[in-house]
Structures are given as structure tokens and as C-alpha cells.
């Protein structure tokens, strides 16, 4: 019986978190969210539009999928909270990624503040999934604080530039004990893969997913990715090693007796 | 009075509430909103019976795509 991803006491059968930022449309959103097989997708809070077309919480629903508020965009402990609490009383559900970030051009998170907000939200009986840096000490601390996974990121928002420093996530995922699901810099299906032959739990990918050429076909190949890294994690991967070791045996070999000049 | 909605401001009747906040904002449904009052959220049993000042801040959200 293969072991499923648990989150906050809640069992999934896919390992793949799907973020809706970024798409060109909610019709291409909702074909790439099914191909991916997700059954969360993340959304952000912002004010009320009155030219917006169309609702995503609708599209996010028909796919069978479970809402998952974030706090983008915040800087601060107090505005992540208060936009957790926002997102809670919308949309009657206490799970929130939790980030706060420090500059708008690294995107990278505040560990300061989010400790506070983590600390805070925990205290008020959030779900919380705090998007982190890859530092297995911020990672532990926010462990202890009662979040309910870590979400350590490979690279920078956006970014794509795939997993940065798979030491760190190592580190992190041997000390864990939630689940880690990898956030932000997937670039395509190999990242995600790496990820998850390095055993972290799950990926979250929006970015990767959207901003494709076809993101219907790398929502599916991103599918696939994940569950086949999980699977490789799962088998096992031989060492590495510097010289050959040879597959084919030794003993038996044939004795030609060909003259070579 | 005066409220600040959404950084915008909006001019409204004296002893308006929230629904008329949300009302004039001319938004197809109410599904999937939350609304802050100077930094505080009010849960949705207390949108008609909070009563609103000049001067008051309103955030008024909802979810987009994004993460």
C-alpha cells in the first residue's frame, strides 16, 4: 500500500499542488487544473473588481478541486494576518499558504515576519502552509511553531530556474516532521521530478504550469513528473558512483581467437 | 458621509451600512467576499448591523487567480 500525502489530517491521493496564477484565461486555467489531476488550488485575495469576468472559485470547484487561499503580496506579519482572516471569512476555510515577503524583485520570503504571522495564524486555528526560504533551521522553527507543512522553495517566484540547492531541501526534508512540499522556481517536468526523488512530499507549481507554451500539456506533464519522481523516491535510486560497474557479469566471457591485425 | 472603499472614495447616506457599500460597488454576486473595517475583518452576520462612519477605511475583497 503505497503511503499518501497528509496535510493538516487530510489524506490526497495526487502529490501535486496547482497554482492559478498567471493563466491568459480561466477556460485554459480550468483545462490545465484537470489535466493536472490537482485537487488543491492556491488563490489570492485582492479587491473586488466590478469588470472581472468570470469566477474562479466556480471553475476551481466544478474541477472538484479544494480552495487554497495565500497571503501574496504582503509584506508584513500583520497584513499577511489580516489577509488570512479575510480569506477565511470569503471563503469558510482555515487552510492559508502563509507567505510574506521581504523586496518585490526577489519575491524571497521574510523569515522574521513570517514566524510572527506562522506563530499567530497557528494560534488561531489556521491550517497553516508558510512558503519558506530553503533553510532547514527557519524550516524546523516554523515546524515547532505548529504549521501544518513546510513549503521551502527550490528558486525565486517566477523564476524557473528549478531547485537552487537540493543540500538545503535534503536537510530539511531529514529533520522534517510535516510534510515539505516544494514551492516556487519549477521550471518544467524534470524539476519537479528532482524534487520528488529528493523525497520532498509535494510540489506546488503555478507558473511553470501557466506561463508554458501549452499548459494543458505541461499541467499533464507535470502530473506525470511528480508521480514519477515520487515513484523513483519510492524505488529507490542506486549510488553514485565515480567509475562503472558492470551490469553484465564477468564470469563467462568468451575467448575469440581472432587475430586483430 | 464619506467612507474610504477600496482606496476610492465613495459618498454615500447616512446610516448606510456594508450591503450598500458592496451594493454600489455594482458587483454581479456577494459569493466569496470579505470585508476589513479599518483593519478589522467583519464576518458576514454583522455586514447590516455595523454601523459605518465618515471617515472609515473599507477593504473589500474577494479571491483571484494568483499563487
Known amino acids: 500500500m503505497r503511503e499518501k500525502l497528509q496535510i493538516g489530517g487530510r489524506v490526497f491521493q495526487s502529490r501535486l499542488i496547482f497554482g492559478t496564477g498567471g493563466f491568459t484565461s480561466l477556460h485554459v486555467m480550468e483545462l490545465a487544473l484537470r489535466e493536472s489531476g490537482a485537487e488543491m488550488a492556491t488563490v489570492a485575495m485582492r479587491r473586488v473588481d466590478p469588470r472581472a469576468k468570470g469566477s474562479i472559485l466556480e471553475v476551481i470547484e466544478s474541477a472538484g478541486c479544494d480552495v487554497l487561499p495565500n497571503t501574496a503580496g504582503c509584506f508584513t506579519a500583520a497584513d499577511a494576518c489580516l489577509t488570512a482572516q479575510l480569506a477565511r471569512e470569503a471563503l469558510q476555510t482555515e487552510w492559508i499558504k502563509l507567505e510574506v515577503i521581504g523586496d518585490d524583485r526577489s519575491l524571497l520570503p521574510d523569515g522574521p515576519e513570517l514566524l510572527v504571522a506562522a506563530e499567530k495564524l497557528v494560534d488561531e486555528g489556521f491550517i497553516v502552509l508558510p512558503y519558506c526560504n530553503d533553510d532547514p533551521i527557519l524550516a524546523r522553527r516554523l515546524e515547532e511553531l505548529g504549521c501544518a507543512a513546510v513549503m521551502p522553495l527550490g528558486s525565486p517566484i517566477g523564476s524557473g530556474t528549478g531547485i537552487r540547492n537540493p543540500l538545503n531541501i535534503a536537510m530539511i526534508l531529514e529533520r522534517a516532521g510535516v510534510p515539505v512540499i516544494l514551492d516556487a522556481g519549477i521550471g518544467t517536468a524534470s524539476d519537479a521530478t528532482i524534487a520528488m526523488e529528493l523525497g520532498c512530499d509535494g510540489v506546488l507549481a503555478a507558473s511553470s504550469i501557466s506561463k508554458a507554451k501549452d499548459p494543458v500539456r505541461m499541467a499533464r506533464s507535470l502530473r506525470l513528473a511528480v508521480e514519477s519522481g515520487r515513484l523513483a523516491y519510492e524505488g529507490g535510486r542506486i549510488p553514485r558512483r565515480l567509475y562503472a560497474d558492470a551490469s553484465s557479469p564477468n564470469e563467462g566471457l568468451a575467448e575469440f581467437d581472432i587475430d586483430a591485425s | ?67
Open chain 2, 1 to 67: 458621509m464619506i467612507l474610504i472603499v477600496n482606496g476610492s472614495s465613495m459618498k454615500l447616506e447616512d446610516g448606510s451600512s456594508i450591503p450598500q457599500v458592496i451594493a454600489a460597488l455594482d458587483i454581479p454576486t456577494t459569493k466569496g467576499l470579505a470585508v476589513a473595517v479599518d483593519g478589522t475583518v467583519i464576518p458576514r452576520s454583522e455586514w447590516d448591523t455595523l454601523a459605518l462612519r465618515s471617515g472609515m477605511r473599507l477593504e473589500v475583497l474577494r479571491a483571484v487567480q494568483g499563487g
